[in-house]
């Protein structure tokens, strides 16, 4: 496949013979640069479309043969994120960090793998090193979810702000900050946020499910307005049935079930065993 690379590289020049005959060097580094960039978009595609498990052996691979590449260090450890093995890229975010070429977007990639594991005040600590100046979508996204955490509501209603203004996707950040608002008791500020989550991105189910439960919690069980497959229109029926359940509203939440079952293109085996379950209990 290279020949052809090889043979252009040498009709740059005075003549074939000469070129090929005295640019041997530039031709090899040359070469060594295509196979570069070659790597470099395989990692890219390895850390963006290829499946996780795929990944990680990738980029498992390459670390053993090339154990100081940083850049290696960083696909495994993102690999392992996309995984879902977020304490082995915990160990791995470290010792990125502690590299002299590590960057604050490794730390902040630490604090993110540390939140995944529950680990919240190490996610605060690390984010705390990070210079104020250093202002990314991902960062802020982070902050607001350990003010969250720490019911520090009007730090986290700021950070959440700031990150939704940094991004032109912030359908994922929207509908965090909606379920923030909906455990804050406030479902009126919860459902607009995760409607205008729905508008940069349509077809974000938890958004869909969260609207409905922020509907619930009103005692408003009518379906939200947004676009929905049959399979959705019952999966947040059923989510309306539960909350109108929790809330003793048990004869609107059996009828909620039937209308779930009744809606589902095939068998609702979770909605079937909850009024099985009332049922048995007598109630409604």
Known sequence: MRHPVLAALC??????LTACGNGNADASRALQSIDLID?????DLMMTTAEPAEAVAHFRRGLAERPGRIDLKRGLAGSLIRAGQASEAVGHWREIVSHPEA????RVALADA?????DWDGAAAMLNTIPPTFETFNRYRLEAMVADSNRQWQKADSFYETAVGLTTRPASVLNNWGYSKLTRGDPDAAERLFMEALTYDPNLFAAKNNAAMARGARRNYSLPLV???????AQL????AMTAIKQNDVTTGRSL???????HPQHFEVAVRALRALEAAGAG
């Open 11 to 16: 009709l740059v020049g005075t003549g074939l």
């Open 39 to 43: 790597e470099t978009n395989l990692n």
């Open 103 to 106: 960057t604050n977007e490794d």
């Open 114 to 118: 540390l939140i995944r594991t529950n």
């Open 227 to 233: 676009a929905m497959t049959q399979v959705e229109r």
């Open 237 to 240: 029926l059923h989510t309306l």
């Open 257 to 263: 079930l039937q209308e779930a079952i009744e809606s």
